[in-house]
């Protein structure tokens, strides 16, 4: 006779019944019978949601477990289970016991030292203002997609934009992605939530004819080279007021972005540009080496250090400058007096230097480099109605077909 399959310890191999219509010598056939599990051995099931959970039972409470295939599942419902049987109940139970604001302040001390000083206070500020009066009380272990999704729905009541809700997302998603790490929750229950949809930003730049209205406008103004050089190299207002004279080569024409000034609650610092590719070297226009010549004569002048490891631009009294002053007391006036559109800082110097660049035919990848952005893909996806016949293809096929 064949060999057989050997059986598992808890599954038995039954013969079928006798059947005198059987042939005596005919192979045997088999029916596999599996026995009930037994309790607090733990049991898997297919979720809508198209995951699977394994559910067990630990200190007289039924637990959860989660994972994209049965394998996984099994796998981590076993080391579950092993845990329970090695002694780690008391750890479990710490956890399942733990409010939302008692693992937001653990959490606040790894926040501190690996997010950037920006990034960490706008963390910070989320997890007061918004998080912690909501949701801060309950146990992080009940926290659930209905929790959260009202949360963001009591917000845009209370008239947060769609902008700052997804922020308050991103804030609580990251901690409970690290909750999930710890072990102190199956999954991040952010994933399972909508949050508000947040329209794509209009871009205003000015136009070729309101840009030299603005630089005529500010050229008596004492950050007359602050506006040209952010005018024609779309530098960020932080990374202008983070450069040193050092940074700035003017018989090569070129200055290099190597760090930016931040102005936060605990007062202003020089961090890392934002990005990776924000440290660059960006080419001077003749322009703007004439206004960073008058303005360095203008700055010894003043008494103010202007060579080497001293700040290009300063305050009055040689600090590092306040953005929040520049544009309030300076370059809001100009555009006033000016009567040019209110539009941002950014969207004036920055985002112009790029609609002007693109309209003026220079490659796409120059400009890309030079305004530190990610990719040449990320430069056309925000700026490509600016490139020259864009969507137009007309004029193309006129010329090849005559």
Not at 6 to 11: G, L
Not at 167 to 185: F, T
Not at 195 to 219: N, Y
Not at 366 to 379: K, P, Q, W
Request: proline fraction near 5%; aromatic fraction near 8%; glycine fraction near 10%.
């Amino acid at each position: 006779m064949a060999s057989r399959r050997p059986c598992s310890s808890r599954v038995w191999p039954v013969r079928r019944g006798f059947d005198p219509n059987v042939d005596p010598n005919a192979p045997r056939t088999w029916r596999f019978v599996v026995a009930k599990r037994g309790n607090g051995e733990g049991s898997i099931r297919r979720r809508a949601d198209g995951r699977y959970e394994g559910r067990y039972v630990s200190a007289g409470r039924q637990r959860s477990v989660y994972g994209k295939t049965r394998r996984e599942t099994a796998r981590k419902l076993a080391e579950a289970q092993r845990g329970e049987a090695s002694g780690d109940t008391a750890r479990l139970e710490s956890a399942a016991a733990m409010t939302v604001r008692e693992f937001i302040e653990r959490y606040d001390a790894v926040a501190r030292g690996t997010m950037k000083r920006r990034g960490y206070e706008t963390y910070h500020d989320i997890a007061r203002l918004h998080v912690l009066p909501e949701i801060g009380d309950g146990r992080l272990s009940d926290l659930s997609r209905e929790d959260v999704q009202a949360l963001y729905g009591r917000k845009r009541d209370a008239g947060l934009s769609a902008a700052r809700v997804r922020r308050i997302h991103g804030a609580l998603s990251a901690a409970l992605n690290m909750a999930v790490r710890w072990g102190l929750v199956d999954h991040n229950v952010c994933k399972e939530v909508s949050p508000p949809r947040v329209p794509a930003p209009v871009v205003r730049p000015f136009s070729a004819d309101e840009a030299k209205h603005f630089l005529a406008a500010t050229r008596g103004d004492r950050f007359h080279a602050l506006y040209v050089l952010g005018l024609t190299t779309g530098a960020r207002i932080g990374e202008l007021g983070g450069l040193f004279w050092s940074d700035l080569d003017l018989d090569r024409r070129v200055v290099r972005v190597q760090r930016a000034l931040f102005t936060g609650r605990g007062g202003q610092t020089f961090e890392p540009p934002k990005t990776p590719n924000s440290r660059r070297s960006i080419g001077l226009s003749q322009r703007a080496v004439d206004a960073l010549k008058g303005h360095r004569g203008r700055q010894k002048a003043g008494g103010f250090p202007a060579e080497d490891d001293s700040l290009v631009f300063t305050n009055t009294v040689g600090g590092p400058i306040n953005p929040s002053h520049l544009l309030c007391r300076s370059f809001k006036p100009l555009l006033r007096g000016a009567g040019l559109p209110n539009t941002t800082f950014h969207s004036a110097t920055r985002h112009t230097f790029c609609c002007l660049a693109l309209q003026q035919g220079i490659n796409v990848r120059t400009i890309s480099l030079a305004m530190g952005h990610s990719s040449v893909a990320f430069t056309l996806t925000k700026y490509a109605s600016y490139v020259p016949y864009y969507g137009d293809t007309a004029v193309g096929l006129d010329e090849a077909l005559g």
